[in-house]
């Protein structure tokens, strides 16, 4: 349509102006509510297609937990991400308040990291929060926990959730738009009300022995059903087959 002899197809990983896709014949949409986003703007709906991320479910034994200070037989949170106001790790903080028992892994770098360690100390709970900046070996870290939190107030789809659900760790998340409809509560991972730290601290209790066990075990199953490497690939090379010219 554009008088060219091949397809411009554009990737949205989250809710951007359309202006920036102008010259695209297809847009792809990491979640449903991506592609409802860009429909609702009034792309042909026809030319909307969704097509997940995948991640890599490469294991790798757990750091060791005296490397960090970290008692081998606590409850250990791991969070991962931008440490942005949008990933709401200040609510996570507070939670920990409320969990006199756990300890928490907070791997990433942000604007809010200074605020973070002072909301830490604020609380009280600064010797079981390490700060590990940015991490490319999430693998190990994973291995070592007990439970992946995402209490994001903005989450367009959650890669972090699909890395547990890889790595077998049971998932606790807030209720944002793209973690709602990743997550099946009760079945693959647990959801809490944004920006809810005490309930957010209740979940995370209760997360434990042949809960957390079942958990992690349907996680891993919706892994393999529609975000491995060779699932997602496959939906790839079929969609360029479809539209190519």
């Not at 349509?1 to 990983?13: A, I, N, Q, S, T």
């Not at 999430?138 to 659900?165: H, K, Q, T, Y």
């Not at 738009?177 to 730290?197: F, K």
Request: with cysteine; aromatic share 8%; hydrophobic share 45%.
């Amino acid at each position: 349509k554009l008088g060219r002899d091949f397809v411009h197809v554009g990737r949205l990983g989250g809710y951007y102006k359309l202006k920036y896709f102008r010259g695209c014949d297809h847009l792809i949409g990491n979640t449903p509510g991506m592609v409802d986003y860009v429909c609702g703007l009034g792309w042909p709906a026809e030319c909307a297609h969704y097509l997940p991320n995948f991640v890599s479910e490469r294991r790798a034994p757990p750091l060791d937990r005296k490397i960090l200070n970290t008692p081998g037989d606590a409850p250990l949170l791991l969070g991962l991400g931008r440490l942005h106001e949008n990933k709401a790790f200040d609510v996570l903080l507070d939670s920990m308040a409320l969990l006199p028992d756990h300890w928490l892994w907070l791997a990433g770098t942000g604007p809010q990291e200074a605020a973070l360690r002072s909301q830490a100390v604020r609380l009280g709970i600064e010797k079981r929060v390490r700060f590990l900046g940015w991490r490319d070996d999430v693998a190990p870290l994973f291995s070592a926990a007990n439970i992946l939190v995402c209490p994001s107030r903005s989450e367009p789809l959650g890669n972090v959730v699909l890395e547990a659900w890889a790595q077998h760790v049971p998932v606790i998340a807030a209720a944002s738009e793209g973690l709602q409809q990743l997550i099946d509560h009760e079945v693959n991972g647990l959801l809490v009300p944004t920006g809810d730290a005490p309930a957010l601290a209740k979940s995370i209790m209760g997360i434990t022995g042949a809960r957390a066990e079942a958990l992690a075990a349907s996680g891993w199953a919706s892994y393999r059903e529609s975000y491995n490497e060779g699932t997602v690939v496959s939906r790839y090379l079929d969609f360029f087959n479809t539209v190519a010219r």
